[in-house]
Every structure is written in structure tokens, then in C-alpha cells.
């Protein structure tokens, strides 16, 4: 199966305020800033949703493992593992 280019999303050019010597280890080291922003930021935003999307759930999660509990997984008696 072969992998479609992956489209790149627009840019919006933004100001970030580092801490001057992050700044200069960052480009000692060859770090493209922007590349790495935008990583750790979806990695944030992922972390995030996820955290909200359980917190918001959360309910239906315990109730549904409350009746997992009680009354066994739903179509167990076919399970073959």
C-alpha cells in the first residue's frame, strides 16, 4: 500500500518568548525552533484531549466497567481468546 504525501497544514507566523539561554543552546545545537514547537505542541494537544475526552466520559466509563463487573463482557460465549 503506498503512503499518500502527507499535506502540510497553512503556517501563522507567531512571537514566542524563550529564556535567552534556551534560546542559544537551542540554536548551538542546530535546533529548528519552530519544527520543535509545533511537535511538543501536538504532542500537548493530543495529551489534552485525550484528558478531557476521559474526564468528560467519565461517567459512561464507570458504568460500563460497573456492568462489565456485574454481568460479564457482552458476546463472551463467543470469545475465542
Known amino acids: 500500500m503506498l503512503r499518500q504525501p502527507v499535506k502540510t497544514a497553512p503556517k501563522k507566523a507567531t512571537n514566542i518568548t524563550l529564556a535567552l539561554d534556551v534560546y542559544n543552546d537551542a540554536k548551538a545545537?542546530?535546533?529548528n525552533?519552530?519544527?520543535?514547537?509545533?511537535?511538543?505542541?501536538?504532542?500537548?494537544?493530543?495529551a489534552e484531549q485525550e484528558r478531557r475526552w476521559a474526564s468528560e466520559h467519565a461517567d459512561f466509563i464507570r458504568a460500563y466497567n460497573q456492568t462489565v463487573e456485574q454481568e460479564g463482557l457482552p458476546l463472551e460465549q463467543w470469545r475465542s481468546f
Open 33 to 46: 525552533l519552530s519544527q520543535t514547537c509545533e511537535r511538543l505542541l501536538r504532542e500537548t494537544i493530543r
Open 29 to 31: 545545537l542546530g535546533i
